[in-house]
């Protein structure tokens, strides 16, 4: 069976704001330790364990990197993968502008952009991606998902011959 591996590099904007969500929640998590050692009450803790909980679910939901197979495109997470399979794909195409402007639910710049969006251009969308700026969209009948592979021509490249090798229906 044919794999081939593709990295998800994080852009600059997704560096920094992952640094800046930790660096804060660092922070307040030392402030709410610091508080309930002045008293024992549960607010503090629910401080220190809620937002901690939410980076622990941001860093397992991550995207490391995507594998093109013979059947499907899977989205490499830290705990689990995603299958997107090949077949039904109508079209694997770049564009740079795709997940500009876009109206948003989930997670959009903590590991990783995952999650809803909506724009004018691909109206809903799924996005599965850490650089907007290497976007991949992949379009079925009923669905668009946005990926950001490290050599996003070369993706599309490998991804359309697999589509055309499988014969699949378009």
Same mark, same amino acid.
């Given at each position: @069976?044919?794999? $081939?591996?593709?990295? +998800?590099?994080?852009? +600059?904007?997704?560096?920094?704001?992952?640094?800046?969500?930790? %660096?804060?929640?660092?922070?307040?998590?030392?402030?709410?330790?610091?508080?309930?050692?002045?008293?024992?009450?549960?607010?503090?803790?629910?401080?220190?364990?809620?937002?901690?909980?939410?980076?622990?679910?941001?860093?397992?939901?991550? %995207?490391?990197?995507?594998?093109?197979?013979?059947?499907?495109?899977?989205?490499?997470?830290?705990?689990?993968?995603?299958?997107?399979? *090949? +077949?039904?794909?109508?079209? =694997?195409? +770049?564009? =740079?502008?795709? @997940?500009?402007?876009?109206?948003?639910?989930?997670?959009?710049?903590?590991?990783?952009?995952?999650?809803?969006?909506?724009?004018?251009?691909?109206?809903?969308?799924?996005?599965?991606?850490?650089?907007?700026?290497?976007?991949?969209?992949?379009?079925?009948?009923?669905?668009? %998902?946005?990926?950001?592979?490290?050599?996003?021509?070369?993706? $599309?490249?490998?991804?359309?011959? *697999?589509?055309?090798?499988?014969?699949?229906?378009?």
């Amino acid at each position: @069976m044919t794999t $081939i591996e593709f990295r +998800a590099p994080w852009s +600059a904007s997704l560096r920094v704001m992952t640094v800046s969500s930790v %660096v804060v929640v660092a922070l307040g998590t030392v402030w709410a330790l610091s508080a309930s050692l002045q008293q024992s009450r549960l607010a503090p803790m629910v401080m220190i364990a809620l937002p901690l909980l939410l980076l622990a679910l941001a860093f397992a939901d991550g %995207v490391r990197g995507y594998t093109l197979t013979e059947d499907a495109i899977f989205v490499r997470r830290r705990l689990w993968d995603r299958r997107l399979p *090949l +077949a039904g794909l109508r079209s =694997v195409t +770049a564009d =740079v502008d795709a @997940m500009g402007r876009s109206a948003r639910i989930g997670n959009w710049g903590l590991f990783s952009i995952t999650g809803r969006g909506w724009n004018k251009k691909l109206g809903w969308y799924s996005s599965y991606a850490t650089d907007p700026s290497r976007a991949v969209v992949l379009r079925y009948h009923k669905r668009t %998902v946005v990926i950001t592979p490290h050599d996003p021509q070369h993706f $599309i490249m490998r991804a359309r011959t *697999l589509i055309k090798a499988a014969d699949f229906p378009k």
